[in-house]
Structures are given as structure tokens and as C-alpha cells.
């Protein structure tokens, strides 16, 4: 490339004599304009510099840029040479070079700029009142651009600014972001997915989608693993993001070097709403860990960004042959139309997924019969009297203490069936076993049980169970396990699923 007339390597020495000497006359007890790093954004095609408010400090000032030639120009628009100065809505002014324009040199890997602050003195004499050299590395990380499915899953009014404008559709999806022409306020906004990088000043930048996990994610409890100062704190959120960016140095990030590289690390992560019982604990949130690594060469070139999501490993649920007479069914929908076969298992579901159990009495014909359901309970293990156990039913009625109450389905399907009262249907909702006091996951698998009886149409006693009504419900959970109940379990696995990403 040559620039107004000149060779890339006539260039060179004129770096050292334009670019390096003024550097010297700065004013050493006057805070530069240009001082704080996250001013200067670099990007693919070009770099742009962001001039806060009140930066002139009076009118007297005049920003200059020198071109490749050493001329000193004011800093204005220049479509010629690459070069636009645009206003923002809250007053800061945003300065964009082109790389391939009239005011930036190539030298030793980066991109060279020559910026400074000229005053007018009280004889009308313009005076150089500081002098600062920016620069950019030609090669810079890039993410991958998202695909058109993340991207168009963030309707409008959700989306959030990835980047500060102006900015090219190439500069935006290589930082990761999703970019839309057609959207005049935010054409460069985050996907509905992680979107991380650092940044040439040395900072985390993190933006999380609640849609990263299944279930969604609860933006509220995402937080820094180990950072809990001011500056460890979100920089933006809305209903669907949540954005962080901090300083590599700060909000617990480790450190280590390898080879030539500086490696920095941090984790965000979850918390989770756990229900505790009498007898056990759940929970329905997904289980969210995202791990960021920053890398840089310890020459100061800049290597890309690796960042990994992690979840816990899925917590399967198996099933145990009823002893008696009895058979609890899984539904593939709320019709009961059909039910998962031997072969369909395991049943794979997310956590507050329904699962459409059904209790039926076998090999009896005999119509006066009625189904009667106890209690319902899991446990995680394949003993059905562990002390460990969660209660889904409760003396037939759902068990109050959840916030995911088991539902009883009417009898509207009685028409169906040929014995209607030899059947209880319910729905409950996924969930996974945690310690009480950890509120970590435990190993190990998950059974789900019924214990129930028969009750004759002819006897005096009701065979009918009364439940109070949801904001008055009193029952408290009790070991479910009863003397001469019968007891039976699903007849294939399910598998309760933590989290799954949704990527």
C-alpha cells in the first residue's frame, strides 16, 4: 500500500523523526485528552477514538492529525482520507480513521496515528499543547459472527449496543455481534447467545443471553464467581442480557504465564432457587457456569479469546418394577393418547419440563374399583424408603411446599376409557436433587414412587379425596412409605436434565 506518494519502507524512518520526537513535548503536568485507554477502539478495518464531553476545555482548542506526509491537518471530516467525526447523543464527539487513509502509518505490526491538542495563544499563535501516538495491532482476534438464528431470535426492542457507533458490518460480527443495516439505533447488538472478548486496553467484556440455558437462565442471580467490588457489577442489563466489563486485573481474575503468553482467567456463574423440605431439597434452575480466558503474547500482540460454557453434568432418573398389581405410565403429551415404550426410554426432560405420570390398576376387571392415590415422592436412590426424598403428592393432594405444585387431572377422560376409576393421572414438573446445605448437585439416580389402594364403590367410607385449595393448603410432607399400600414405580428411566445449553 502506498500513501500519498510514498513506499511502505520510505515510511519508516519518518516514524521515527514525525512520530516519536513531539512525544517529548507533551506538557508533563497536564492529564492528556487521550489518556484513558478505553477512549481508543481498534477495529478491523479501522480505528476509532471517542472524545468525552468537555474535553475542549474552551474554545481555543483545536484537535490536529499529521498525514503520512507530515503536514498537520485539523481534525475534521475527510472522506478522502478516510477520516469521519461524528456527534453522539449524550455530547461526546467519536473520531473514525481508516487504515487505509491519508493519516495512518503501518510500522513494526501496527497501525500508527498522530493526534494532538493545538491552542490558540492570547498573540493568536497556535501552540502544540500536547501530542499523543495512538496505535492498533494489524491483527486482531476475531470472533466467529453469529448465525442468522441467534441473531433474529433478539427481536428489536431486546436488543442491546455491542459496540459503539459507527461501526462496519465486518468490525461488528468480528467482535462476535450480530449486525442488522436496516436498524438505524442499534445495528450492531448482541445474539442470543455469550458474546466475549477482550479488549486492547485489558478488560473483560461479557455479555450473557437468559436463553443461553433450558430453562432460561435467571439474569438476577448471574454473578461474578469471586468478584464482589464496585466495578464487578453489571455495566447493562435489560430483561434478556446481562453485560459485564471490568478490568483484567480485578473481580478475582487469575494470572499465570505459559510459554510467551499472558494468561488471564475469570468465572460467572449462577445461583439457584432451592426448595428444602422436611425430607429433601430441589431445585429447577438451570445450573450455569461460563469460564473466559483473555490471552495475550507477552510482546503485546494480541491472540484471540477462547471462552467456554460450561454446565453440570446431566442428573439421570431411573425407574423400579412395581411389586404389585399397579403400573405407573409416563405420557409423551397431556392427551394420554400415548405412552413412552421400552424402547423410548430413557425419557429424556429439562428441568420444569411436565411429565404426564399416570397410576393404573392391572389385571382387575372390576368396575366398582377406585384408584386411590397416597403419596408420590422421588428419591435418589433406587430405595423407595431413603430419607432422602422429595414429595410430589401428599395424601393425595399436591404437596404445598413446591413452587411447581403437582397438578391432579380431572376425570374428563373417563369416557376413554373402558375402567375409568382404576386411573390417577398428575403432572409434575423436573427438578434435581441438591444438598441442603451446598446446594450442590448430588450423584447418583432418581426413582420416582407411588404408593396407593383400592377402595370399593359399595363400602360406607368415601373413596373420593377432598385437596384444599391452593392458598390454604396445611398438608406438610411425611415419609410417604405405609403399611399395606401398594407401591409401584415408572417402568423406565427419565432422565431430568440441569441444563442444556442452547447454542
Known amino acids: 500500500m502506498s500513501v500519498v506518494g510514498h513506499s511502505r519502507a520510505a515510511l519508516v524512518p519518518v516514524l521515527f523523526w514525525v512520530f516519536f520526537g513531539p512525544l517529548a513535548l507533551v506538557v508533563g503536568a497536564h492529564v492528556s485528552v487521550f489518556s484513558d485507554p478505553a477512549l481508543l477502539t481498534c477495529g478491523q478495518e479501522n480505528l476509532q477514538l471517542t472524545l468525552p464531553l468537555g474535553w475542549e476545555g474552551n474554545a481555543s482548542f483545536v484537535l490536529a492529525t499529521w498525514d503520512t506526509e507530515g503536514k498537520a491537518h485539523a481534525l475534521q471530516n475527510d472522506s478522502d482520507c478516510g477520516l469521519l467525526v461524528s456527534g453522539t447523543p449524550d455530547g461526546s464527539r467519536k473520531v473514525l480513521v481508516s487504515y487505509a487513509g491519508c493519516y495512518v502509518y503501518e510500522w513494526d505490526g501496527n497501525y500508527l496515528i498522530l493526534v494532538g491538542l493545538e491552542e490558540t495563544d492570547a498573540a493568536g499563535q497556535k501552540v502544540l499543547h500536547e501530542q499523543t501516538l495512538l496505535r492498533c495491532p494489524m491483527e486482531l482476534p ?41 436498524d438505524r439505533v442499534k445495528p450492531c447488538y448482541f445474539g442470543n447467545t455469550v458474546t466475549a472478548h477482550c479488549t486492547p486496553d485489558g478488560q473483560f467484556f461479557i455479555a450473557v443471553s437468559r436463553d443461553v440455558t433450558l430453562p432460561p437462565v435467571a439474569l438476577d442471580s448471574v454473578q461474578l464467581a469471586s468478584g464482589h467490588s464496585a466495578v464487578c457489577v453489571p455495566v447493562m442489563k435489560n430483561n434478556v442480557f446481562v453485560v459485564y466489563q471490568f478490568p483484567l486485573s480485578a473481580c478475582g481474575t487469575t494470572f499465570q504465564v505459559t510459554g510467551d503468553q499472558a494468561i488471564y482467567e475469570n468465572e460467572l456463574v449462577a445461583t439457584r432457587d432451592v426448595k428444602t423440605g422436611s425430607l429433601g431439597s430441589i431445585t429447577r434452575d438451570s445450573v450455569f457456569r461460563l469460564h473466559v480466558r483473555c490471552s495475550y503474547s507477552i510482546s503485546g500482540s494480541s491472540i484471540p479469546l477462547s471462552v467456554q460454557v460450561f454446565t453440570l453434568p446431566p442428573l439421570p432418573a431411573v425407574s423400579q418394577a412395581g411389586p404389585l398389581s399397579l403400573e405407573l405410565r409416563i405420557a409423551s403429551d397431556g392427551s394420554y ?12 426432560k429439562t428441568l420444569r419440563d411436565p411429565v404426564y405420570a399416570e397410576v393404573k390398576i392391572l389385571q382387575r376387571t372390576d368396575p366398582d374399583l377406585i384408584l386411590v392415590l397416597h403419596h408420590c415422592w422421588a428419591t435418589p436412590s433406587i430405595d423407595p424408603q431413603q430419607q432422602l426424598q422429595w414429595p410430589v403428592l401428599v395424601d393425595g393432594c399436591p404437596y404445598a411446599g413446591d413452587n411447581y405444585q403437582t397438578q391432579l387431572m380431572p376425570m374428563s377422560f373417563a369416557s376413554r376409557l373402558l375402567f ?19 446446594e450442590e448437585k448430588l450423584s447418583g439416580l432418581v426413582y420416582l414412587h407411588c404408593s396407593a389402594s383400592v377402595c370399593h364403590q359399595s363400602v360406607q367410607q368415601s373413596c373420593t379425596t377432598t385437596c384444599p385449595a391452593r392458598a390454604r393448603g396445611k398438608r406438610s410432607a411425611k415419609h410417604p412409605f405405609q403399611e399395606g399400600a401398594s407401591h409401584v414405580s415408572s417402568k423406565g428411566p427419565v432422565i431430568f436434565l440441569q441444563g442444556e445449553l442452547r447454542q
Do not use: K, M, N
Not at 143 to 172: E, G, K, M, N
Not at 337 to 348: A, E, L, M, Q, R
Not at 420 to 438: A, E, G, K, M, N
Open 337 to 348: 393418547t400415548s405412552y413412552y415404550t421400552d424402547s423410548d426410554y430413557p425419557v429424556v
Open 420 to 438: 375409568p376409576s382404576h386411573y390417577q393421572r398428575f403432572i409434575l414438573y423436573t427438578f434435581t436433587f441438591v444438598d441442603s446445605t451446598s
Open 142 to 182: 476475531a470472533l466467529d459472527a453469529p448465525s442468522s438464528s441467534v441473531c433474529s431470535a433478539v427481536p428489536s426492542q431486546d436488543r442491546l449496543l455491542c459496540a459503539s457507533l459507527p461501526i462496519s458490518q465486518r468490525d461488528c460480527e468480528a467482535r462476535g455481534c450480530c449486525y442488522d443495516p436496516r
